[in-house]
């Protein structure tokens, strides 16, 4: 597997994709992690621009608008998910109304039952416009960019990004010094960084802990020996341990095994490379194995010494829970329990898009005993699958994943093999196992990431050339 010289210069159009996709980027991470008002409606009017930037390069002449209209495919799964939320919007199942001077939402039941219908029209086009911004800004890096050096540059600004955020959340922890050092305050008492919850940053650091590694063993697939240590890889290999570091700092017990799991894999891979590498050159692997083993030992060693506050915090925090004999997971398996019966009364189409805290009512209305007030005012269901279930039904949540699979069906099994391709997607992959249990994509800033990285990841397979295996002599 090669490169081929990559000579392609940079058009305006690639300019304008790239511009915009790092405003995105940059924007929805610093401020608040993209999950304040203000900030989610800047970023879907920044997202907007996405649509004319698609239809100018669907319009370029010669070979390069053929490409981005052979693309269009991919858009099919996700433009009838636009569709299916557009029609719930004309078909209501709620109507507002005041209660003692407070307005309130009432099940009247939609006018036409058998077809998609939503609680709340002006919240089901908030969201549609929230993140169809974001997935079409992603997918003009597919159809526009022509340079594999356009692609590491944005890789690299993730991983840059992530590391000026650990550190900042890190000096954060460390000096106690609250949200933004002081200069705002966090809705919730638990965040880390620029990130209102912790559980985002774990998600949304995840997914940059993965890139870093990519273009750390893809630095190490270019330089061998002293070269290695004086190319990229050192600072590639410092910004890896910045970001592995702040999971456990964020004290989110998700955020540090999923750090740790891909720790590990980062570490076998490493291993596995030296084997190889030590067997060709004819030189003993123990010296090589040792240092690296001491690298990740000294890296934990580190991790628990500035992260000791926090996750003995964490630790007693489930000990009481324990010896209390209460489950840790007993309430929230009882509000993915109400969430399925919720889907189950809408199958097909489900409730509405970001109908979820007012529908959740159904199941369990807000008027019972006190003893039970907290759990009726869950506005997600930490579940992001099973939302997706009651929010978009069979039908939605099935083209959710087709607009995943479809884009995937192209990619080929040796072009995976590619670090800036399989790293990026492992970290999708880990994010996606963890929305079985959270809600990472209400952040804005985590979404953004995400489809950039599924969208970089795929184009830089197709940059990549498959050269056959030298024939056996």
């Known amino acids: 597997m090669t490169h081929a010289h990559d000579s392609h210069r940079l058009s305006w159009l690639d300019w304008?994709?790239?511009?915009?996709?790092?405003?995105?980027?940059?924007?929805?991470?610093?401020?608040?992690?993209?999950?304040?008002?203000?900030?989610?409606?800047?970023?879907?009017?920044?997202?907007?621009?996405?649509?004319?930037?698609?239809?100018?390069?669907?319009?370029?002449g010669h070979g390069r608008g053929r490409h981005a209209r052979r693309k269009l495919g991919w858009l099919?799964?996700?433009?009838?998910?636009?569709?299916?939320?557009?029609?719930?919007?004309?078909?209501?199942?709620?109507?507002?109304?005041?209660?003692?001077?407070?307005?309130?939402?009432?099940h009247k039941g939609a006018t036409h039952p058998q077809w998609p219908s939503t609680v709340s029209a002006a919240q089901?086009?908030?969201?549609?416009?929230?993140?169809?911004?974001?997935?079409?800004?992603?997918?003009?890096?597919?159809?526009?960019?022509?340079?594999?050096?356009?692609?590491?540059?944005?890789?690299?600004?993730?991983?840059?990004?992530?590391?000026?955020?650990?550190?900042?959340?890190?000096?954060?922890?460390?000096?106690?010094?609250?949200?933004?050092?002081?200069?705002?305050?966090?809705?919730?008492?638990?965040?880390?960084?620029?990130?209102?919850?912790?559980?985002?940053?774990?998600?949304f650091m995840v997914l940059c802990l993965a890139t870093t590694a990519g273009l750390l063993f893809n630095q190490a697939k270019h330089h061998q020996g002293r070269d290695l240590w004086q190319s990229p890889f050192s600072a590639a290999l410092v910004g890896f341990l910045f970001i592995a570091i702040s999971g456990p700092l964020s004290a989110s017990?998700?955020?540090?095994?999923?750090?740790?799991?891909?720790?590990?894999?980062?570490?076998?891979?490493a291993l596995l490379r030296l084997a190889s590498a030590r067997r060709l050159a004819h030189r003993p692997l123990w010296p090589a194995a040792t240092a690296l083993l001491a690298v990740v030992t000294l890296t934990i060693?580190?991790?628990?010494?500035?992260?000791?506050?926090?996750?003995?915090?964490?630790?007693?925090?489930?000990?009481?829970a324990l010896d209390q004999n209460q489950s840790l997971w007993g309430e929230r398996l009882a509000v993915y329990a109400d969430t399925a019966e919720l889907a189950r009364r809408q199958p097909v189409f489900g409730w509405g898009l970001n109908s979820y805290d007012i529908a959740f009512q159904l199941v369990r209305p807000r008027s019972i005993a006190a003893s039970r007030s907290t759990e009726n005012h869950y506005a997600t269901a930490h579940n992001d699958w099973v939302q997706s279930l009651a929010e978009t039904g069979l039908v939605g949540t099935s083209l959710l994943l087709l607009t995943l699979a479809v884009p995937l069906a192209h990619l080929t099994r040796r072009k995976l093999r590619h670090p800036l391709v399989a790293y990026p997607l492992l970290g999708l992959a880990i994010v996606l196992l963890y929305a079985?249990?959270?809600?990472?994509?209400?952040?804005?800033?985590?979404?953004?990431?995400?489809?950039?990285?599924?969208?970089?990841?795929?184009?830089?397979?197709?940059?990549?050339?498959?050269?056959?295996?030298?024939?056996?002599?």
């Not at 939320?85 to 003692?100: G, M, Q």
């Not at 060693?301 to 009481?320: C, D, K, M, N, P």
């Open 16 to 60: 304008a994709v790239l511009i915009h996709v790092s405003a995105l980027l940059l924007f929805s991470s610093w401020v608040f992690g993209g999950n304040i008002w203000w900030a989610r409606l800047t970023l879907s009017i920044w997202g907007s621009l996405a649509l004319p930037l698609c239809i100018a390069a669907c319009l370029l």
């Open 436 to 473: 079985l249990v959270e809600f990472p994509f209400s952040s804005g800033a985590f979404l953004i990431t995400f489809w950039v990285l599924f969208f970089t990841a795929l184009r830089k397979a197709e940059l990549t050339v498959d050269t056959p295996p030298p024939p056996h002599a």
């Open 124 to 203: 089901s086009l908030d969201s549609l416009w929230f993140g169809a911004g974001f997935y079409l800004s992603a997918f003009n890096l597919a159809v526009v960019i022509r340079s594999r050096r356009a692609l590491h540059f944005l890789l690299v600004l993730i991983s840059v990004n992530a590391v000026a955020l650990a550190v900042m959340g890190t000096l954060q922890k460390l000096s106690g010094s609250g949200f933004y050092f002081g200069a705002a305050t966090s809705p919730n008492v638990r965040f880390f960084a620029s990130f209102i919850y912790y559980n985002h940053w774990g998600a």
């Open 76 to 106: 099919i799964p996700p433009a009838l998910y636009a569709g299916l939320v557009l029609a719930s919007t004309f078909n209501p199942s709620f109507a507002s109304t005041f209660i003692d001077g407070s307005l309130l939402m009432a």
């Open 253 to 269: 017990r998700a955020a540090i095994a999923m750090s740790a799991l891909l720790v590990a894999v980062a570490t076998v891979n």
């Open 301 to 320: 060693a580190a991790v628990a010494w500035l992260g000791f506050r926090g996750i003995s915090e964490r630790y007693h925090q489930t000990q009481i």
